[in-house]
């Protein structure tokens, strides 16, 4: 089976799994080297074509052993803050580390000097404590803007233009700061802006216009823009023309290099979470199977953004003759996956996969109620599966103690 017929929507009925994920544990997470090298192909072309340089947003995926996998098709990685900035020195060492946190500690920056090529500040008042000191080491400053801009309904912890927002600067809060520190524009080489979460150009365009009517003026002395992350690149059906004219804009109206720098689009459908039915309970009309993964501890964006994960061979609710909630084992009430219907009923044993697993899981997960990490396999394009980390009862215990 090629990696594209297991990418969602999954073909909802017949069929079985590689007999090879039979024998793999679970659960366990399988990332999958060939949509991450589609991934990769597709961004790798888009930076080729436009001159825009993309960087890896580790927050949602730095299962590092497949960095390779992006090699020569990006342009570096991004970080949140210390450790990512150090596994993207480490790990993906022939490209650029860039950094965004909403505040430094002054106890980490010398160290964060070490590793980071690009430093994003999120205020003013960070941007005049430590601007001088990254320039005088050689680094690329910037500042995240707010551009006050909302385009996302729904997902309100998702955006960072809700009123009140902490992330970014405004431009009345920038140029307050400039009236009382008129050395701050001096400290910048470039802005940076992050506003969209799984969105289309459509989004970035309508940003893009409130960008240029807010900043403008400062962007012209500026080297660098970054569009920050949310683009849905690699999603079938992102109109990627849109996206390419918002990149020659930039470049036309300002003289500026782009960066991107999109987590999800880079591990997009790209990755499988491997679970048993460990039983199966009916509460009147209700039937749940119990599995042994968990929604809050091994995909935790299910329940906190929320969304419902595509399943192999798994339908809407209704749409197949059995329908079934799958839920996790632990004694969280709403550890709910979702519900969904199947050619046949359920029973203790099934091996059932999720998919679009490889972003925001593996570097969130978490051992609540002593849940076990799921091991990490990779699939190489010849089907063959490897394990790259496996986690035990020493990883729950030695974080609470020693
Ligand atoms: C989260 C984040 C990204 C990546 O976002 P995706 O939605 O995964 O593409 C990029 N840049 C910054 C500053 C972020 O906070």
């Known amino acids: ?45 888009l930076a080729a074509r436009t001159g825009c340089r993309i960087l890896l947003a580790q927050k949602a995926f730095s299962n590092f052993n497949l960095y390779p996998l992006f090699q020569g098709k990006l342009a570096g990685t991004e970080a949140s803050g ?69 385009t996302q309904e729904g997902h309100a912890i998702y955006d960072p233009c809700a009123p009140g927002s902490r992330l970014g600067t405004t431009r009345a809060q920038w140029d307050a700061a400039v009236s009382a520190h008129s050395q701050l524009p001096s400290l910048l080489d470039g802005l940076h802006f992050h506003t969209l979460c799984e969105q289309d150009s459509d989004a970035l365009e309508t940003t893009l216009d409130a960008v240029s009517r ?38 036309r109206e300002w003289g500026v290099q782009v960066y991107l720098e999109p987590g999800e689009a880079c591990a997009l459908n790209a990755g499988f979470l491997l679970t048993r039915v460990l ?29 419902r994960p595509p399943l192999l061979y798994g339908d809407e609710p209704g749409k197949l003759p059995f329908s079934c909630r799958l839920a ?7 550890d709910v996956i979702g519900d969904y219907s199947f050619l046949e009923p359920l029973k203790e044993g099934d091996l059932l996969v999720f998919g679009d697993m490889a972003i925001y ?23 063959k ?3 790259l980390a496996e986690f035990g009862y020493k990883d729950f215990k030695g974080r609470l103690g020693r």
């Open 1 to 45: 089976m090629k990696g594209q017929d297991l990418r969602p929507p999954f073909q909802a009925a017949g069929g079985c799994v590689p007999s090879e994920w039979e024998k793999l544990p679970t659960p366990c997470y399988l990332l999958d080297e060939g949509a991450l090298a589609e991934n990769a192909r597709i961004l790798g072309s």
């Open 82 to 150: 210390l450790y990512e900035a150090r596994l993207g020195a480490e790990e993906m060492p022939e490209g650029e580390v860039h950094v965004f946190c909403a505040a430094y500690r002054e106890d980490e920056f010398e160290e964060l000097l070490q590793y980071a090529d690009h430093i994003v500040f999120n205020s003013p008042a960070q941007l005049l404590k430590f601007g001088p000191s990254a320039r005088a080491a050689g680094k690329s400053t910037g500042l995240r803007i707010n551009p006050e801009c909302s």
């Open 214 to 251: 807010q900043y403008g003026d400062l962007l012209s002395h500026m080297k660098w823009l970054n569009f920050g992350g949310g683009h849905h690149i690699t999603r079938p059906g992102y109109d990627m023309e849109r996206l390419e004219r918002c990149i020659a804009r930039a470049n």
């Open 279 to 307: 039983d199966v309970v009916k509460n009147g009309e209700v039937q749940t199977a119990v599995l042994d993964a968990s929604a809050a501890c091994h995909m935790p964006d299910v329940i906190e953004m929320p969304y």
């Open 328 to 334: 996790g084992p632990t004694c969280l009430a709403g």
């Open 361 to 383: 899981t593996t570097c969130k997960n978490n051992t609540f109620n002593g849940m076990p990490l799921p091991a990490i396999f990779a699939r190489s394009e010849d089907g």
């Open 385 to 387: 599966c490897r394990k």
